[in-house]
């Protein structure tokens, strides 16, 4: 586009991308579109308002990638980003339910390296919450999977959480 962008605003320019992604129709733009909402709607909130506008984003996503081939990866990948997110700010039973929620559907696709990573993060929530019983039984999933997958650094990070 050759638009004189002097005025615009982040937000301005997030719905015009999230126009073209819509259009264009390719799955992953799309969700890549919504992390960027996100993490604009993160920065600029107040803390209060977060779960009211992730839920808002996530039903926009969902509105959008409903029936396309990528949808549940899609919906996997999101739920990841948002448990990160979660965890980053010390959320950890938010963690956990995100991580959670995308575990189902990177099941549903088989996806193992999303699963291990996923196990791996939520055993970091738990170990956070002093909950090391549960701590220590997800990395064991995850430690299961890297080893049978050979996932080296995976291996290495989850015998490091272990002990």
Not at 24 to 36: E, F, G, P, Q, V
Not at 71 to 85: H, S
Not at 88 to 109: C, E, V, W
Request: charged share 30%.
């Amino acid at each position: 586009m050759k638009k004189d962008l002097t005025n615009t605003t982040s937000q301005d320019l997030l719905e015009e991308a999230e126009r073209i992604a819509l259009q264009i129709n390719d799955t992953k733009l799309i969700i890549r579109l919504y992390m960027a909402y996100l993490k604009l709607y993160l920065k600029e909130k107040k803390k209060d308002n977060d779960n009211e506008l992730i839920n808002k984003i996530v039903d926009k996503l969902k509105k959008a990638i409903k029936g396309k081939k990528d949808e549940k990866w899609g919906l996997a990948y999101f739920n990841t980003n948002l448990g990160t997110i979660a965890l980053s700010k010390k959320l950890y039973i938010d963690a956990i339910r995100y991580y959670k929620n995308a575990q189902i559907y990177y099941y549903d696709i088989n996806d193992e390296s999303g699963i291990m990573l996923n196990y791996y993060n939520m055993a970091l929530a738990y170990f956070y919450l002093n909950d090391f019983t549960n701590s220590i039984n997800t990395v064991d999933l995850a430690l299961k999977i890297a080893n049978k997958n050979n996932f080296l650094t995976d291996k290495k990070n989850c015998y490091y959480l272990k002990t």
